[in-house]
Nanobody
Framework: QVQLVESGGGLVQAGGSLRLSCAAS????????VDWYRQAPGKQRDMVAA???????SYADSVKGRFTISRNNAKNTVYLQMNSLKPEDTAVYYC?????????????WGRGTQVTVSS
């Protein structure tokens, strides 16, 4: 059974930092793409950052230069370091992993962790 468990969310003041973690069981993160998404109340879920099999990363324009995604293969965990947080970063953050071009394909989501940034 595959499980993705996010942690590290919380309440922080604007300008502060948080590090989110996503630990996986039943699946090996380094064999697929791992994304962080976020969803604010009343808004769609948007991709924030992604890391691919080779370790390449990509970011939404709104977080470039402030957020960093990384992966620890030994711990089978992906992190999202969030610096210079803004109130508009407030959302539930979800960990997601997918593999679409290699069999077996898969697509799994975590349950999310709340991040609240106060002004």
């Amino acid at each position: 059974q595959v499980q993705l468990v996010e942690s590290g969310g919380g309440l922080v003041q604007a300008g502060g930092s948080l590090r989110l973690s996503c630990a996986a069981s039943g699946i090996v993160f380094s064999l697929g793409v791992v994304d962080w998404y976020r969803q604010a109340p009343g808004k769609q879920r948007d991709m924030v950052a992604a890391i691919n099999v080779g370790g390449g990363t990509s970011y939404a324009d709104s977080v470039k230069g402030r957020f960093t995604i990384s992966r620890n293969n030994a711990k089978n965990t992906v992190y999202l370091q969030m610096n210079s947080l803004k109130p508009e970063d407030t959302a539930v953050y979800y960990c997601h992993t997918r593999r679409t071009t290699t069999i077996p394909t898969y697509n799994y989501w975590g349950r999310g962790t709340q991040v609240t940034v106060s002004s």
